[in-house]
């Protein structure tokens, strides 16, 4: 089961946090970690995922990890920080796959990973056709914020159709997702989990998904 952590959103510039945070995750054999920290300026942004690379590409070497590092919705930091691949949305004007791979390529990156968020089924064709490496589907049993639920899940049968029309390309279920959920997601026919939550650890700063 593919495992893809979310950072919070919460960082206030200082990258310690995240890297902790990122470290603790490769420790516990989470796949893809995503940088989702919308409120930092590029040139903070860039320090940030560089260094939370370097720590993973460390522990990778040392414990022989292999925990991937995207950045949300910049190829521009993911090529300037190392960093695997880049998380897209579904929101018009977004990049698409092929141009972040565009990116990567003019960059000397032959490789990339590109993942991208759907919510209805419409969205996972266009992601398909698309030709992304990933889908983040969801909410598929709620969103919540500041500890409210502000989206109602589409439920299983919802993610059990997305996956369905996915075919070869993974589906990760994301929203609302828990440990003893999780297996309920990978028997609908998701490849894996993700979320914000899910991978909190003790002490770690307060999550919105």
């Known amino acids: 089961m593919?495992?893809?952590a979310i950072t919070s959103g919460n960082d206030t510039g200082s990258c310690e946090a995240s890297i902790a945070q990122a470290r603790r995750w490769a420790a516990a054999g989470v796949d893809y970690v995503q940088l989702r920290e919308k409120q930092l300026e590029?040139?903070?942004?860039?320090?940030?995922?560089?260094a939370m690379q370097a720590s993973l590409r460390e522990y990778g070497r040392e414990h022989g990890g292999r925990t991937k590092l995207l950045v949300n919705g910049r190829a521009d930091v993911a090529v300037a920080a190392g960093a695997a691949g880049v998380h897209l949305t579904s929101r018009p004007g977004e990049?698409?796959?092929?141009?972040?791979?565009?990116?990567?390529a003019a960059s000397g990156r032959v490789e990339s990973v590109v993942s991208t968020s759907c919510h209805t089924v419409a969205e996972v064709q266009r992601a398909v056709a698309g030709r992304v490496d990933l889908i983040l589907f969801g909410p598929v049993f709620e969103k919540r914020v500041a500890g409210g639920v502000v989206i109602a899940g589409a439920g299983?049968?919802?993610?059990?159709?997305?996956?369905e029309i996915a075919g070869d390309t993974p589906v990760l279920a994301l929203g609302g997702v828990t440990g003893e959920t999780a297996r309920l997601c990978v028997e609908a026919g998701a490849s894996g989990v993700a979320g914000i939550r899910l991978f909190?650890?003790?002490g770690d700063a307060g999550a919105k998904e």
């Open 156 to 163: 299983l049968d919802a993610l059990r159709k997305a996956c």
């Open 42 to 50: 590029a040139g903070d942004l860039v320090r940030v995922a560089t």
């Open 95 to 104: 990049l698409t796959a092929e141009q972040v791979r565009r990116v990567f």
């Open 2 to 4: 593919l495992r893809y």
């Open 200 to 202: 909190r650890f003790r």
